[in-house]
């Protein structure tokens, strides 16, 4: 059974909720599932923009026939090829072979890696600036390579004003019946979820959304609608401030993130000697995470947020302790930068998780790797609290 939702003038919602999905790209958990968006203009001419994940197939081709309502359909207009996106695209192509997909030269090579299908035919190959007219609703392609995937592009609607912006200011979750953002809360729990969705899916290329913000600055935009989460009605300058802030690398919060790597708990213990003494020196924003515990999206996300970050380790086979040698990686390869760095090792032999974390600090862009280091050989004793107690002060004094 059909379940379209009409959002505006001849613009209607057919993609859904996938709440069964326990890991999104097979990596980042989903408590809260994820949607795929997918819409449909229904003009003098159709046009449906983007399509869905495998999971929810069936629903959305119901969805599209209940709106196409035996109309043909004339365009399937191909943003993003990732098969979150693109899965279904054969099976539309299948059952509306009239349709002429859009996408641009790399849309094309992606379809036809993806799928043996025949497209050329079928195929209109658009460019920066091209124009679709649909009758009233006039289409114009802005491309956004690497706001996820090369082939990446947006669609501005001129006629009414909006942005279908693929994968850009997007979240995990679903939507509980009300599709906008000024009908969603937006509180502190989906802004983590839109920030864990952008750093860890379009976190790496910063410039790249900083180009499409200052194109899409540029178009008068009344509603975004992206393919995951809620449309951006009303209040989109929230988000889009934060896209912001996050290409930029900017942190939203000056405070301290203390994450710590530890098998038998003495690394822990001065990770939480550590916390417990910058809340007496005042700061108020500091948050702690066990990176065994804790999926590394997470602590990508809040390294994200926060200005400074306390890496506490313990030394595991001459390295830093794997989990955490993990998610020093995920940051270097979420290109985060601009981050002031304070370390703190264990090791009972042969201690190297400062020296290799450093390494890995240093040659991030415009990192500050504080002064006081402290070694902890085994447990942290009496002594060393003065060491401690320094590395507190240099914190609270670059904050
Ligand atoms: C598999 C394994 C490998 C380790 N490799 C090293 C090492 O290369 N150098 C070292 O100094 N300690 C090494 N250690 C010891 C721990 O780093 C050390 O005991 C540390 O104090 C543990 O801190 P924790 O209490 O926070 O777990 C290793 C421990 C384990 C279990
Ligand atoms: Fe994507
Ligand atoms: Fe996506």
Redesign the pocket.
């Known amino acids: 059974m059909h379940n379209e939702r009409k959002i505006g003038n001849e613009l209607f919602y057919v993609g859904g909720n996938d709440r069964r999905i326990a890991l999104f790209e097979n990596v980042y958990p989903v408590p809260d599932g994820v949607t795929y968006n997918s819409y449909i203009i229904k003009d003098e001419k159709t046009a449906l923009l983007d399509t869905v994940d495998s999971a929810i197939a069936d629903r959305f081709l119901e969805n599209v026939s209940s709106v196409l309502n035996g109309k043909k359909l004339d365009y399937i207009i191909v943003n993003h090829m990732e098969p979150d996106h693109a899965a279904t695209l054969t099976r539309v192509i299948e059952k509306y072979p009239e349709a002429t997909v859009v996408g641009n030269t790399k849309t094309l090579a992606f379809i036809k890696q993806f799928f043996d299908i025949d497209i050329d035919e079928h195929f209109f190959t658009v460019k920066e600036g091209d124009e679709l007219s649909l009758g009233k609703h006039i289409l114009t392609f802005v491309m956004a390579p690497l706001v996820h995937w090369p082939e990446v592009m947006v669609t501005y609607d001129k006629t009414d004003k909006v942005l279908f912006s693929a994968d850009a200011f997007g979240t995990f979750g679903t939507l509980s019946g009300n599709l906008f953002s000024d009908e969603y809360e937006f509180g502190a729990k989906e802004k983590a979820e839109a920030r864990r969705y952008y750093t860890n899916i379009v976190g790496k290329y910063g410039a790249q959304v900083s180009a499409l913000l200052t194109k899409a600055s540029k178009l008068d935009i009344d509603m975004i609608c992206p393919l995951h989460g809620p449309v951006w009605r009303n209040n989109i300058s929230e988000i889009v401030d934060l896209y912001k802030k996050w290409a930029a690398y900017e942190p939203e919060e000056k405070g301290v993130l203390i994450v710590y790597g ?8 001065a990770a939480e000697i550590i916390a417990g003494k910058l809340a007496d020196s005042g700061v108020k924003k500091i948050a702690v995470y066990d990176a065994s515990k804790t999926d590394a999206s997470y602590i990508v996300a809040e390294a994200f947020k926060y200005s400074h970050i306390i890496i506490a380790c ?6 830093p ?1 794997t989990k955490v040698e993990t998610l020093i990686t995920e940051l270097k390869e979420h290109n985060l930068s601009k981050r002031t760095v304070a370390l703190v090792e ?7 998780a400062n020296k290799k974390i450093a390494e890995v600090f240093s040659a991030m862009k415009d990192m500050t790797i504080l002064e006081s280091k402290v070694t ?4 942290l004793k009496q002594e060393q609290l003065a060491q401690i107690d320094a590395l507190v002060a240099e914190v609270k004094a670059s904050l």
């Open positions: 530890s098998i038998y708990g003495n690394t822990e213990n313990a030394t595991y086979n001459n390295e302790f264990n090791g009972t032999w042969g201690p190297q902890v050989k085994s447990s």
